[in-house]
């Protein structure tokens, strides 16, 4: 055979809209017996492989070549970089101009074809979106290998749901439980109507908190980034902004101060809703989302990465659909209050009950600095105690400043007073420290893969090695202010067994930390479905394009089953 027949190629963009960074991907096949040069030519006679784009109204970045296979060839008596079977290249929208048009989209790919015995002269082939081939009756081997949900809707609608209950359960929600529980037992001697309106305040604030995310992640989605469930823990000034309140809000468990409005602005009130508590429990409700987030969840996990890619509607459907799962059993609480009847009445044991959330609030704030250690380092960690501690004497401050009773002013003042110094703490103290703990540790980074336990640190470089070298490679997606993906670190990950499975299967084990921001693990979460950690994956020597999705709750015989 002296002649190739032209190789098969294929142009896709991702569902949904596009914006900036939108990667475009064009699958090329080639024919068997036959191979084309790599984009970087192994000698100077020889062409490499190119590739073209173009569309109205956008440009696009320099394609993204998968690694090449060197290969001995007989002809040419040298050792060549080829592509053969199949090469996928990804292209991302560099800039987008009013009235574009993604269906103009044309791509021309230039190569030159060799077999063992001949090399043929340089060729190119083109296709746009619009040809008929790429249509409906288009070659299911053509279909990019990104993984995609293969769920109907409806289901992935009852997965968010059900993960959304779920997460009530997860290690991350677990220190905040107490504080949601306490407020029920306080009020549960009261009219069904009020519980059902406290129930309803809680679930407001969890709606409201949800659709706040979901915005944030359609304006970082517009912008060009990609955004991932607890993607705000990733921020020293969130994590910051969170300690610092769950210490004031302890301190006021602790009696040290209450937030009170004039007899006569709560006469008020009271009169026209009847609805003492309600401010508490939406705010209950906002808490109760902050702190949920970090950590996906069983069900979760898959309808929040297809949530992720969808248009903005579905995207808010979700989110929506996820905000009840969470609120569920509050509002069955709330509309069946019976079940607090277990409940001794409210009395003196409510106040050291008062106390026992408190310390379990200090708990939870004491988890986030240990986050915030994992982020920056020591030097950071103790500037954010710094401001938690002063936030909690500030709320103490104001008790004895400005006790109930006395002038509403007095409390306004004190508050904006204190407000003011622990936000210069903030600016002049706490902020630079963290910055010069953050240039340490960039300064510091170990440039060798391999760490103590044997885990390569991930990047998309050392997965095109392991592919190229045809090996196995598990993938743990992590994060240092994710509890669930510790818990299975702990109870599974460390366990000999599992060392033994990868040695036996001659496994890479690569780790994939995204404690901070980092581009390549936030593309690699959508490639593989997923919004948020922890992700477990194997990506098999055999088909390396389709790696394997491990539940987020990981056992042993769970990666065992995979890698056999």
């Known amino acids: 055979m002296n002649n190739m027949p032209p190789p098969q190629i294929a142009l896709f963009y991702p569902e949904g809209s596009i914006s900036v960074g939108t990667k475009v991907t064009i699958k090329v096949i080639i024919p068997k017996r036959w191979h084309i040069n790599a984009n970087i030519a192994a000698d100077e006679f020889l062409k490499p492989s190119t590739i073209e784009i173009a569309a109205k109204g956008l440009t696009f970045d ?8 060197k290969e001995y060839s007989d002809a040419l008596e040298l050792e060549n970089l ?58 299911k081997s053509l279909l990019p290998s990104k ?67 979901a915005a944030l992640i359609v304006i970082v989605r517009m912008g060009g980034g990609n955004a991932g469930w607890g993607m705000q823990f990733q921020s020293i000034g969130f994590i910051a902004f969170m ?50 987030t970090p950590c996906s969840a069983p069900f979760l996990g898959t309808a929040m990465g297809f949530a992720f890619g969808a248009s903005i509607p579905l995207l808010f459907l979700f989110f929506t659909v996820a905000a009840l799962g969470l609120s569920f059993p509050y509002i069955l609480v709330s509309v069946f209050p019976k079940a607090l009847k277990v409940f001794p009445k409210p009395g003196a044991w409510m106040q050291k009950l008062q106390k026992l959330m408190g310390l379990l609030l200090l708990g939870t704030a004491a988890w986030l600095l240990w986050i915030a250690f994992g982020v920056t380092g020591e030097k950071g960690m103790t500037s954010i105690l710094i401001l938690g501690i002063s936030c909690g004497i500030s ?51 170990e440039i060798q893969a391999l760490d103590k336990e044997g885990w390569y640190r991930y990047s998309p470089e050392l997965m095109k090695y ?21 818990a299975n670190e702990a109870a599974v990950l ?15 084990k690569v780790k994939a930390d995204w404690t901070t921001q980092n581009k390549d693990i936030s593309d690699l979460l959508v490639l593989l479905g997923r919004s948020g950690v922890p992700v477990y994956a194997v ?17 042993v015989d769970a990666i065992e089953g995979v890698l056999k």
């Open 395 to 445: 709320g103490a401050i104001l008790g004895k400043l400005a006790p109930p009773h006395k002038p509403f002013y007095r409390e306004i003042i004190a508050a904006v007073m204190l407000i003011v110094v622990n936000v210069c703490l903030w600016l002049y103290v706490v902020e630079p420290r963290i910055h010069d703990d953050l240039t340490q540790k960039a300064k510091a980074t």
């Open 466 to 486: 392991f592919e190229a070298e045809g090996r196995t490679v598990f993938v743990d997606v992590t994060a240092s202010w994710c509890l669930t993906c510790k």
């Open 82 to 139: 080829i592509f053969k079977d199949t090469l996928q290249i990804l292209i991302s929208v560099k800039s987008i101009s009013l009235g574009y048009d993604s269906t103009t989209t044309n791509v021309t790919f230039g190569y030159q074809a060799c077999s063992n015995f001949i090399c043929l002269a340089p060729n190119q082939v083109r296709a746009t979106v619009g040809n008929k081939a790429l249509g409906e009756e288009q070659d």
């Open 494 to 508: 460390a366990r000999d067994t599992v060392d033994n499975l990868f040695e036996h299967y001659n496994v890479a």
């Open 539 to 555: 990506f098999p020597r055999s088909n390396f394009e389709n790696p394997i999705v491990l539940p987020e709750i990981l056992t």
């Open 62 to 69: 320099a394609p993204l070549w998968p690694p090449a296979l």
């Open 243 to 292: 300690v610092a309140i769950l210490f004031t809000f302890a301190t006021s468990l602790f009696g040290a101060f209450e937030v009170w409005l004039p007899s006569k602005t709560l006469t008020q009130m009271d009169k026209a809703t009847h609805k003492d508590g309600i401010p508490g429990a939406f705010f209950t409700g906002i808490l109760l989302v902050l702190l949920s």
């Open 147 to 213: 993984k995609k949900s293969t769920e109907p809707l409806a289901l992935l609608l009852l997965f968010a749901f059900l993960g959304g209950l779920v997460l009530n359960l997860m290690p991350c929600v677990l220190p905040v439980l107490s504080l949601k529980l306490f407020s029920l037992i306080k009020h549960s001697r009261e009219s069904k109507k009020h519980l059902f309106a406290l129930g309803l305040a809680l679930t407001t604030g969890v709606l409201i908190s949800f659709w706040v995310l």
